[in-house]
């Protein structure tokens, strides 16, 4: 529209009815004239039916014997009448209405063999529906568009949908998941009738209908999601206030949220919306598609993929798109975190090396690199670089094995809140694949130079990561420029670090390394002398093998049950750190960090006592309390194991042991400063509580 041009009150509308007269509309018709604009109450149904792709659809349910015979048809019926009673509609118009609605919602169950529970919130996804006033056949095709393309696969508790949406959360709005995340408030809890009904659940009719305008104009089933997130954005400083509150109330306050919208909120819950969804990668939806829609592709069983997956994840061709593209959108800033030897055999040009082993190796020259990646990004993002940006992607090898220490790189930055956090999926090799597929070879191709190597060898797209890569440094068009300078010189000075601790560790031996024990029937003369795991000391207990050792771990461990899953924080009693620690029976106490097997590491407290080993994980938003996150009987420890690269990652099993083995029944992980002298003192006291035991 021209700078100064008028638009005649009810022009537009008049220009939509006469479009939607004219019959063969489509909906990016309707939106060009709409620009937005709330939409006239009597062209609502036809704008909503265009949007559904409903217009001239037949009718489903004239095949249909009309039997209202479903086993929970009272259910049913009951449901639809409390429906009847909300509506503002003539006495003698109820029965048709009421039959109406019964008709459809029963033929839906059947149709689509779906038993019907009141907690599937139906009735209120028909509620805006029947507010048009269209017909049965009209009414049930709306119905049945909106379930097949807007309502969620698995929209129930603990469903797909809600770990998705954590996700989103965690990526633009760390601080506001984290303390979510504290008060075991997943998103399930507060939001399950936001998604399930499109917010016609909470909102009044005149809100729901404004939401439903825009939302079906944006023929996007994914919009719902930034909505929901604007929605807790808005409430982000009532939410941080309200520390004291029972987790209860503040469910019931998210919850009910939505209801606060009037009318006028709209424009602005949208063009916000609007906002995040331009700053969230495309691969949110393309990786998660099978959420919506009738289609049966992609429905293995996703959900722990989602629920487990420490932050969102991003395809290798968005990741090498995105920065290609000129003007605003996403832009990754990608940190390659493998070890410094794959990273010189090849790497992404435009990723920033941070080598994760460097986290357990060496704290602060970790720190100090952490530094200098905040500063090359800021630095590239100022200067136009093509490996700019302000979204954070870390790279892995796409092994599982091997990626480990980069989700603790990853968990370390979304502890501190940092926001546009996510991981490169499949990592490196995904990437080489990629390449691979769309044919990426040689100079003359546009897409050469995004591999390479330090050394500035170069090598097929194809070949292994230990191979040689291709370009050099510099690939003439001056990619990598500050971002690869930086990365360079931290690389050679990480490798230099680390050559010098693996030294350190490989020649110096500690309790830790390579000593075992068979405990049932111990030689404490064996006690005065540091033992090789090849040494046979004592003597079995009837055949029984050994209970306890120390020793290094193994590259691939069995043993892996995670002893998280045997807490809920809703039941770990709350202590007092500073009491505990001086409690007079606790005979040690180590600092220390719970690490998960996803990477995440938890400020926690290890206490030693005559029997017992206690964790206190230190609760953040509660200075100087902690709950008991674990409690062990210390002759339940069978084997305490060391990574022979990563000393002061200390990993304790505790179970069972007979006649057949030793059943494992818990593994704890602890990242432990001066870990030898720990896990001495810990040594000891097993010792000592199996002697008392034999005696």
């Not at 169950?109 to 029947?130: A, D, E, M, Q, T």
């Not at 090498?320 to 040009?349: M, T």
């Amino acid at each position: 529209m021209a700078e100064g041009e008028e638009v005649l009150p009810g022009s537009w509308e008049k220009d939509l009815e006469e479009a939607l007269e004219e019959g063969g509309c489509d909906l990016e018709t309707v939106r060009n004239i709409i620009q937005g604009r709330p939409l006239p109450a009597d062209l609502r149904a036809k704008v909503w039916k265009i949007a559904l792709n409903v217009v001239r659809k037949g009718d489903s349910l004239a095949s249909w014997d009309g039997c209202l015979d479903l086993p929970e048809q009272s259910i049913i019926h009951k449901d639809c009448q409390e429906l009847i009673d909300q509506l503002t509609v003539p006495e003698e118009e109820k029965s048709v209405l009421l039959l109406d609605i019964e008709s459809v919602t029963t033929f839906y169950c059947k149709s689509r063999n779906v038993k019907y529970s009141s907690c599937l919130g139906w009735i209120h996804l028909l509620k805006p529906l029947v507010h048009l006033r269209i017909p049965r056949n009209d009414l049930y095709n709306c119905f049945y568009a909106i379930m097949n393309k807007y309502i969620p696969r698995d929209c129930f508790q603990k469903g797909r949908p809600f770990h998705l949406f954590r996700l989103l959360l965690q990526y633009h709005e760390p601080e506001l998941c984290s303390f979510l995340d504290t008060k075991k408030m997943t998103p399930d809890s507060y939001a399950l009738n936001w998604l399930g009904s499109l917010f016609s659940y909470y909102c009044s009719a005149e809100v729901t209908q404004a939401i439903w305008d825009g939302y079906l104009q944006q023929a996007d089933p994914f919009f719902i999601y930034f909505l929901m997130l604007i929605i807790l954005v808005n409430a982000k400083d009532v939410i941080l206030a309200q520390e004291s509150d029972s987790r209860e109330e503040m469910i019931r306050f998210l919850e009910t949220s939505p209801a606060s919208l009037d009318i006028e909120d709209i424009e602005d819950l949208f063009s916000l919306a609007q906002y995040y969804y331009s700053k969230t990668p495309t691969s949110f939806r393309k990786n998660n598609n099978s959420l919506f829609g009738s289609s049966l592709l992609g429905l293995k069983d996703d959900d722990t993929d989602l629920s487990q997956a420490l932050c969102l994840a991003i395809s290798v061709s968005e990741i090498l798109q995105a920065n290609q593209q000129q003007g605003e959108g996403v832009r990754f800033f990608v940190v390659d975190c493998r070890p410094a030897e794959q990273y010189n055999a090849g790497h992404l040009s435009t990723a920033f090396h941070l080598d994760s082993d460097l986290m357990l190796q060496n704290p602060s020259e970790f720190a100090q690199s952490v530094k200098s990646l905040l500063e090359a990004q800021k630095q590239s993002i100022q200067s136009g670089s093509i490996a700019s940006g302000e979204h954070l992607c870390f790279m892995g090898s796409g092994r599982e094995e091997e990626d480990m220490y980069m989700n603790m790189v990853l968990a370390h930055f979304l502890q501190k809140n940092k926001e546009y956090v996510s991981i490169a999926k499949g990592g490196f090799m995904a990437l080489q694949q990629h390449l691979a597929d769309i044919n990426v070879e040689g100079p003359e191709n546009g897409y050469g130079h995004w591999i390479a190597s330090t050394s500035g060898s170069r090598s097929s797209i194809n070949s292994s990561v230990d191979g040689d890569s291709p370009n050099g440094s510099s690939d003439g068009k001056g990619v990598k420029s500050l971002v690869n300078k930086m990365t360079v010189a931290l690389k050679t000075k990480s490798v230099n670090v680390k050559e010098k601790v693996i030294s350190f560790i490989e020649n110096t031996s500690t309790p830790v390394d390579r000593i075992s024990f068979n405990l049932s029937w111990p030689d404490r003369a064996s006690m005065e002398r540091h033992v090789s795991s090849s040494d046979r000391l004592g003597k079995p207990y009837r055949g029984v093998k050994p209970v306890f050792s120390i020793g290094d771990e193994e590259e691939y461990d069995t043993d892996e049950i995670d002893s998280s899953s045997m807490s809920d924080d809703d039941r770990k009693e709350v202590v007092n750190i500073h009491t505990w620690i001086n409690k007079p029976d606790v005979k040690h106490h180590f600092p220390c960090n719970e690490v998960k097997e996803n990477g995440h590491m938890f400020p926690s407290h290890l206490l030693v006592t005559a029997t017992h080993m206690y964790c206190l994980r230190e609760i953040p938003s509660r200075r100087g309390l902690a709950y008991i996150q674990s409690r062990q009987a210390l002759n339940s420890v069978v084997k305490i194991t060391s990574k022979k690269k990563h000393p002061e990652l200390i990993t304790f099993k505790y179970g069972n042991s007979s006649t057949s083995g030793i059943e494992i029944l818990a593994v704890e992980r602890y990242l432990i400063p001066n870990a030898g002298d720990a896990t001495k003192a810990i040594k000891q006291q097993i010792m000592k509580v199996l002697d008392a035991l034999e005696n």
